[in-house]
């Protein structure tokens, strides 16, 4: 990503009761490796109910309550790169773009891995082949 988020993203501290409210501890469920968690609007919207202002999400409630769908994108920033611990994006549009901009990074990750996994059986059978003697 580049150095300032899109205006469609917000950076967002949440705190670790939080993240177990949502399903996104860090280092655990969200990774740098895997930093995106989609979570249902309405588990934020209850979570307004339930803890108000204490809500995590409540810098950003008046785009939440707005928002037209029905799961929010949360990506975690481990090294603070935008000044929280995560930031949320908070359009639909936005979400796909980011989906977008991450495509060619797993499927590289995927064709990466099948590479591996090809190369690891062709080491695994190539004593057996070398061994043949056909005579």
């Not at 996104?24 to 979570?47: F, H, R, Y």
Request: with cysteine; charged share 25%; glycine share 6%.
């Amino acid at each position: 990503m580049a150095d300032e988020l899109p205006p469609y993203m917000k950076p967002l501290f949440v705190a670790g009761g939080s993240q177990k409210i949502y399903d996104c501890v860090a280092d655990e469920q969200v990774t740098e490796e895997n930093p995106w968690v989609l979570i249902p609007k309405e588990k934020i919207v209850e979570d307004f109910r339930m803890r108000a202002a204490v809500c995590d999400f409540h810098p950003v409630k008046k785009q939440v309550m707005a928002y037209p769908g029905e799961e929010i994108l949360l990506i975690y920033d481990p090294d603070y790169k935008y000044g929280e611990n995560f930031y949320v994006c908070l359009t639909e549009e936005g979400k796909a773009a980011y989906f977008e901009s991450i495509k060619p990074a797993e499927e590289e990750a995927a064709e990466g891995h099948f590479l591996n996994s090809i190369s690891n059986l062709s080491s695994m059978y190539s004593p057996i082949i070398g061994v043949v003697d056909i005579s």
